[in-house]
């Protein structure tokens, strides 16, 4: 059974926009994922806050590459090796998963 997808939009007492990520990212929902990714906005980077995501497939890590310019990443260290291995640690910051 997959969790389905959840992504609540807020901001840090500083001005930070962040997106916090629950569930399951795969190809059934990544689109949902660019959408909200594409519509925040703010002064600095969008925190894309992760933790609480069980499964991330290669459609989300193609949403993830395609906003790594303006993104920081927040995971959970089961996220780690997919994160580290596809080379997004590599083209944005990426905390939690040391």
């Known amino acids: 059974m997959t969790t389905p997808l959840t992504l609540v939009s807020a901001e840090r007492p500083d001005g930070t926009p962040v997106l916090t990520v629950t569930g399951e990212i795969d190809m059934s929902n990544a689109g949902t994922l660019d959408?909200?990714?594409a519509e925040s906005t703010g002064?600095?980077?969008l925190l894309v806050?992760?933790?609480a995501v069980?499964?991330?497939d290669s459609a989300?890590?193609?949403v993830l590459f395609s906003h790594a310019e303006r993104?920081?990443?927040v995971a959970n260290p089961l996220l780690a090796p997919v994160l580290t291995i596809s080379g997004l640690t590599e083209m944005t910051t990426v905390e939690g998963i040391a």
């Open 43 to 45: 002064a600095g980077p």
């Open 60 to 62: 989300g890590l193609t």
């Open 71 to 73: 993104i920081r990443l």
């Open 35 to 37: 959408e909200a990714l």
């Open 54 to 56: 069980e499964y991330l």
């Open 49 to 51: 806050d992760m933790r």
